[in-house]
Structure formats: structure tokens, C-alpha cells
């Protein structure tokens, strides 16, 4: 189950499709950190199906679940996105972009068909995913002269951090993401560590 530490998402991007009186709905479901991936994926799939009638879509991020947003892309306000957001919280999972491109199919399907069609194929495109539990990570960066880059090491793997990039020459640089699990005990004996320098890139 999500908390505050950890969070449900899917492990990697499915696809599916349904067909609704004429209509085909395409569905897009990725494993997303951030708004920046989002966009990326939100522009490939526009790319991918340019002449289609709707991009709709919804998404939830971050370890309160406070960050979201819906799309309707022009169908009538409530029909699209909600419900596609509505199944993204059925599943319980975050972090997690869901997208439905429909094709109209010449016969109108009222409000009623609509919140329907998207509620359907958001959860068709989520059952194909495998959830999985992740942990919510805080990034640091680290800076320390090569000669005790052994100290650097040894914080990283007591607070079970992860290198995310480092830079080593006589002046290193390593950063690195810390469970948000271990990161309050961190914030209160960060001084221990002197000379090490480290330094929050996430609050």
C-alpha cells in the first residue's frame, strides 16, 4: 500500500484499445517522477496520433498525491479526465500518467456514454500493468576531496542511498537520491558528516 515513504505505480508502459459504437479509444499508460516526463510523453503521443478527435488524459504525482491534473480535450467538461483520474485512484496507484486518444466514430455517445468509454478504457490500459511499490526518494549532492571519498561511500550506504551521477577528480561531486524515509534522521545529524558537504536538491 501507498504511505508516506513509499507509493504503488506501474512498472512500465501498456497500451490498449477499445471500441465504443464506431469510436476507437487508444489507451496510454505510463510510470512517471515528474512534469517534464509528462509533457514528453503528453507531445509523443500528439505526434504519434495527430489526426485524432481527443487527447485526453490525467495524471497524479508526488508522496502527498496533491499534484494532479485532468484533461477533457474538448469533450464535455467532467467526461474525459475525471473519470480517467477516478481510475488511476481505483487502482491506487501515483506517479502514473493515463491517456486516452479517441477516434470519432460518427455517432455521438451523450454524457453518460462518454465518462463510460474513458472510464473503461483507462482501466482496460491500467489492468495490463504490473504495480508495483516504490519508495520516495529525496536527491543531496555531495561534495568531498578525493582523499576522503571512502566517507562520502560509507554515508551514502548507511542512509541507502542511490548514485545518481558523480563527477570524481581532486574536487568530487556525487549525487545521489536518499530514501524520504531516512531523510529526517539525515536533516538532524547532516553536520556529523563534516567535512563532507551536503547539500538538499529536493525539499
Request: charged content about 20%; proline content about 3%; aromatic content about 10%.
Amino acid at each position: 500500500m501507498s504511505s508516506l515513504f513509499s507509493y504503488q505505480t506501474i512498472a512500465s508502459a501498456t497500451t490498449s484499445i477499445i471500441k465504443e459504437k464506431g469510436s476507437k479509444f487508444y489507451g496510454f499508460a505510463f510510470p512517471v517522477q515528474n512534469e517534464n516526463e509528462i509533457k514528453l510523453h503528453l507531445d509523443t503521443i500528439k505526434n504519434t496520433h495527430p489526426k485524432a478527435t481527443h487527447h485526453c488524459y490525467a495524471w497524479r504525482i508526488g508522496a502527498d498525491k496533491q499534484n494532479f491534473r485532468v484533461n477533457d480535450d474538448g469533450e464535455p467538461s467532467g467526461t474525459a479526465g475525471l473519470p480517467i483520474l477516478g481510475q488511476i485512484d481505483a487502482f491506487g496507484i501515483c506517479n502514473c500518467l493515463v491517456v486516452s486518444v479517441r477516434y470519432f466514430g460518427g455517432t455521438k455517445l451523450g454524457v453518460s456514454g462518454l465518462i463510460s468509454a474513458y472510464k473503461t478504457s483507462a482501466k482496460t490500459t491500467i489492468s495490463q500493468a504490473e504495480i508495483l511499490t516504490r519508495l520516495f526518494y529525496h536527491s543531496y549532492s555531495i561534495k568531498s576531496d578525493y582523499a576522503i571519498l571512502n566517507k562520502a561511500y560509507q554515508f551514502i550506504q548507511e542512509y541507502e542511498g542511490n548514485i545518481v551521477e558523480q563527477n570524481l577528480g581532486d574536487n568530487c561531486t556525487i549525487i545521489v537520491e536518499i530514501p524520504l524515509k531516512n531523510t529526517d534522521k539525515l536533516n538532524q545529524t547532516i553536520s556529523n558528516y563534516y567535512p563532507l558537504i551536503i547539500t538538499p536538491l529536493t525539499k
